[in-house]
């Protein structure tokens, strides 16, 4: 990986996905010393169109595809382009993401998917709420446990002048928030935004003829589970989860001890528990305790988590500023949100698509 960019996260009504798009498109070019001619790869994700797009910013890419909307395909992307790249089919990649949820209305629910969703029952956050539910009634979890995450998150993001939501949080302020789906609060829920993200792949040969110290992708695995798919799980993904753990470390050589800090796609603060308890960091049932105390938080605990703020209080760019934000902590430009001397970090998504992704400077 050796180019990222982002744009500003807000509500921006006088452009769109195309717009955005662009934007960060121009910046992860620049970023990575490379011109719109030299990109032969071309992937992208809620841009309505391929084609468009690759009009717009004048690309004629010998590969390309367009993503799936949902978050999880961020980190799919990422294991496409790396393939890709491994076998020859491109030698320069940009992958761009774009949304502008905000500004258009998005819901997140109630939308088209109810013609296939058991009982119309097609919002994300009330799917999590049943799943927390469950994990409160099966280990003795709380809503307490989920401030913890919110107040990490949140504290990351008051070192990052990018995130949009930067003023403090106690456990206080998220136990009194509001319910938005029972056991969920306010602040267990992400930020929507309009945004673009955009990176440029390519391979480790040609990274070192860049301007930048290149960023490795070290090892990916995944596990799909579908079987179930049109009800939240009632294990959490935590087969799959742990399917991708016994194969992640194995594939990147290294093992959990050598990770400097997690990016967890967190659409909802309980996706963190099942993510940390499926991966293995803490045994099933045990995540609302091992979040306690600070073990998110940078320069307290062992395992700093999604470092720019996240979905959580950054923005909700469905994972692709989760990696982008990897990038810039191993190259070491974070500043005051800086893990020291970081040179592993893992991302993991906890959903129907299950996966994890390790990358290394």
């Not at 058991?118 to 409160?136: D, K, L, Y």
């Not at 016994?246 to 800090?261: C, M, N, S, W």
């Not at 940390?276 to 995540?287: N, R, T």
Request: charged share 20%; aromatic share 10%; with cysteine.
């Amino acid at each position: 990986m050796v180019g990222v960019g982002t744009t500003d996260y807000g509500s921006f009504p006088d452009t769109d996905a195309y717009g955005l798009g662009a934007i960060a498109l121009n910046r992860a070019l620049d970023d990575a010393g490379l011109r719109h001619d030299e990109l032969d790869g071309l992937i992208v994700c809620r841009i309505p169109s391929y084609e468009r797009f690759a009009e717009i910013t004048r690309l004629n890419p010998q590969y390309c595809h367009q993503m799936e909307a949902p978050g999880r395909f961020s980190g799919v992307s990422l294991m496409l382009a790396a393939q890709a790249l491994a076998t020859g089919a491109a030698k320069n990649i940009a992958l761009v993401y774009a949304n502008n949820g905000r500004s258009a209305g998005a819901t997140y629910g109630g939308n088209e998917s109810a013609l296939w969703a058991p009982w119309g029952f097609t919002s994300p956050g009330a799917s999590h709420a049943m799943m927390f539910r469950r994990h409160m009634e099966q280990f003795g979890t709380s809503s307490e446990d989920l401030a913890h995450i919110a107040m990490a998150m949140r504290r990351h993001a008051t070192l990052n002048p990018q995130a949009v939501r930067r003023d403090p949080m106690t456990v206080a302020d998220h136990q009194n928030s509001r319910y938005v789906c029972d056991p969920l609060r306010l602040y267990d829920y992400c930020q929507i935004n309009d945004g673009g993200v955009a990176w440029i792949m390519t391979t480790a040969d040609r990274a070192k003829d860049l301007p930048k110290r290149p960023v490795y992708v070290s090892g990916f695995a995944r596990q799909d589970a579908f079987t179930h798919a049109s009800l939240p799980p009632d294990d959490y993904w935590y087969p799959e989860l742990q399917e991708v753990s016994r194969l992640v470390y194995q594939r990147a050589g290294i093992d959990r001890e050598a990770i400097d800090g997690l990016m967890i796609y967190d659409n909802f603060t309980p996706t963190v528990l099942f993510s940390l308890e499926g991966m293995g960091f803490c045994d099933q049932g045990e995540g609302g305790a091992f979040v306690r105390d600070g073990m998110l938080e940078l320069g307290i605990g062992r395992w700093p988590t999604n470092t720019s703020g996240g979905h959580l209080s950054e923005s909700y760019m469905q994972g692709w500023a989760l990696i982008a934000e990897m990038v810039r902590q191993l190259r070491g430009e974070c500043d005051d949100r800086q893990i020291p001397d970081c040179q592993a970090l893992q991302y993991i998504c906890a959903t129907n698509i299950a996966h994890s992704i390790i990358l290394r400077n």
